[in-house]
């Protein structure tokens, strides 16, 4: 009697070949891998028993980033393609599988059985309803009992989704789970380059950038079957995911604190140089002042800085360009910036030699240091923000040049 499962491994790669010799596969199952031999082998019976009983035409390719437990022979065995991935990463491993991918969509999942592949229809349902890019919601779905350490599920998860619907025009909710489906040619356009476990965020984030049609549908989350420690480094890979949400945010990380440090700054400036003021028993005098105007500088460094990212983003094909972008691409001109920079830094000067003037007229002895603080204060700063005018207006004109 013939051996049923070698028939299932015969049928299954059959059933492969013929697609890709027909062209008509619609979804590619990508699962990274790392030494997965104990639980890659169930997830891609699962993925495969779903191409069998949806009519998905479809296909399995295991990206695999070096593996040495046999995970490689154990693919092949049930009929998946391996990717060999030379460099280390979650991302690096997805992004070779996804360009190795011949279907019209992809769908990617972990390969360490937490992921229900049986239930991937959902997804393929909206993609065929036009969506670039279908995310799992592991929190609308279910999360059993020990499948999420409770930092992720009640700190890290929640804050860094939250934070990515703060800074990004996105309203998913659960922006880290490794279920999703997505038009390969979509995604491919997006340009993604990290390589460790970020890559879940900058796919969410370019996405929204570029104004993919984005949608979820609940997912499951189960304790996953390995008998080792998983990949994932909670403070670190927490860090790195943090630290991208805010790099391609720059209107948060630059602009916003930028504003609220000026605009301090300058309500102090006023309240300050005709005199001191005393909040109770509290005198702000000269050297608050100093520090006001410090605050002044900084915010519009933080501020010109955030429109020099801004463009250097579009310029990079990080994410596309829009109304306010091009907004300041007409502002910020070296004629414009130059004039503004021109006429701070004299306005510095002038209050520069009136504060020398009075120094003068005292024969260049004792100073009233108080007045003479509030003369030298404001002319440092306008000087100051003349060089930044005529700065930013030479750089971004360097990143706005044809």
């Not at 020099?308 to 300041?328: D, H, M, N, Q, Y």
Request: charged content about 20%; aromatic content about 8%; overall charge neutral.
């Amino acid at each position: 009697m013939p051996d049923r499962g070698l028939e299932t491994v015969i049928d299954v790669l059959e059933r492969v070949e013929t697609r890709d010799a027909a062209g008509v596969i619609e979804l590619s199952i990508v699962m990274p891998c790392l030494n997965e031999a104990e639980t890659l082998g169930v997830c891609i019976e699962k993925a495969n028993r779903f191409l069998s009983e949806s009519g998905v035409a479809g296909e399995v390719v295991i990206a695999d980033n070096g593996s040495t437990d046999g995970s490689q022979e154990i693919a092949r065995s049930l009929g998946a393609r391996v990717v060999a991935v030379p460099v280390r990463g979650y991302g690096a491993a997805l992004q070779a599988g996804i360009a190795a991918s011949r279907g019209r969509f992809v769908a990617m999942a972990d390969s360490d059985d937490s992921y229900d592949f049986l239930g991937l229809m959902p997804f393929v349902m909206k993609l065929r309803e036009g969506y670039d890019l279908v995310m799992g919601n592991r929190f609308k779905g279910g999360i059993a009992p020990g499948a999420m350490p409770p930092l992720h599920r009640y700190l890290g998860n929640p804050v860094l989704s939250f934070v990515g619907r703060l800074f990004y025009p996105s309203d998913i909710g659960d922006f880290h789970c490794g279920l999703r489906a997505f038009r390969r040619d979509a995604i491919l356009g997006l340009g993604l380059k990290t390589t460790g476990m970020e890559f879940a965020s900058e796919m969410v984030v370019k996405a929204s950038l570029a104004h993919l049609r984005v949608t979820e549908v609940p997912t499951t989350l189960k304790p996953d079957g390995r008998s080792r420690p998983p990949h994932l480094r909670s403070w670190r890979d927490g860090w790195r995911h943090l630290k991208f949400l805010l790099t391609f945010a720059p209107k948060w990380l630059f602009f916003y604190p930028g504003a609220a440090l000026a605009g301090v700054g300058l309500v102090l400036l006023a309240a300050l140089l005709p005199g001191s003021v005393h909040l109770g028993d509290v005198r702000l005098g000269v050297h608050t002042l100093l520090f006001a105007a410090a605050g002044v500088v900084i915010g519009a460094q933080l501020m010109s800085f955030a429109v020099v990212a801004r463009l250097f983003g579009v310029r990079e094909k990080l994410w596309p360009t829009s109304p306010r972008i091009e907004l300041a691409r007409r502002l910020f001109t070296i004629d414009r910036t130059c004039i503004v920079g021109a006429v701070l830094f004299g306005t510095g000067l002038i209050v520069a030699v009136v504060a020398v003037g009075g120094w003068i007229g005292r024969g260049f002895g004792d100073m009233n240091v108080e007045a003479t603080m509030r003369l030298a204060i404001p002319a440092v700063l306008l000087c100051a923000l003349g060089v930044q005018a005529l700065v930013t207006g030479f750089f971004t004109a360097l990143l706005t040049a044809d």
